[in-house]
C-alpha cells in the first residue's frame, strides 16, 4: 500500500471520526449521545466526558499530524 493513500485514509477517518466525537460531547444536556443511547454506555457521565475527551485529544492530534504530512510532501508520490 503506497505511504500517501495509508496517510490519506487515516487523515480522513480520524476527521470524520472527530466530527461524531465533538457531537457526541454534551456539555449541558445530551446531545447527540443521547439518541441512541449512547450516555448510558459508561458508568458515570464524568467518565463520558473524560473518555470523550480523551478521544478528541487523540484524534486532534493524528489530524494535525497527518495533515502536516501530507501538506509538507514528505512522502513520495
Known sequence: MNAVLLVRSLWMFSAVSLVVV????????????????QA???????????TLNRVT???TVLFLAA???LSANWLSH
Not at 22 to 37: A, F, T, Y
Open 22 to 37: 465533538v457531537l457526541l460531547h454534551s456539555p449541558k444536556g445530551d446531545g447527540i449521545g443521547g439518541i441512541g443511547g
Open 40 to 50: 448510558q454506555l459508561f458508568t458515570s457521565t464524568k467518565s463520558a466526558e473524560a
Open 67 to 69: 495533515t502536516v504530512v
Open 57 to 59: 485529544w487523540i484524534l
